[in-house]
């Protein structure tokens, strides 16, 4: 919350290695992030990493407006 008032942030980021499936699966599957992109040798050890983010608000679809006759 500090970061998004203060810093006007609109997500959280971290980076997970491609093989680690079970962060992986925590990260989707529990805690609701994205996979916003894969970094290519990210590691030291040369690893690609995916760059996982998490809106702090999801952007909800705009709702249609209905037309009245009058």
């Not at 970094?39 to 709702?63: I, L, Q, S």
Request: charged residues 35%; aromatic residues 12%.
């Amino acid at each position: 919350r500090e970061m998004q008032e203060v810093f006007g942030a609109e997500y959280v980021s971290l980076h997970v290695r491609k093989s680690n499936s079970a962060a992986f699966h925590l990260y989707t599957q529990t805690l609701g992030y994205d996979t916003h992109a894969v970094e290519e040798k990210y590691y030291a050890d040369g690893e690609d990493a995916y760059d996982m983010r998490k809106p702090f608000h999801k952007k909800e679809p705009k709702a249609k407006k209905k037309k009245t006759k009058g």
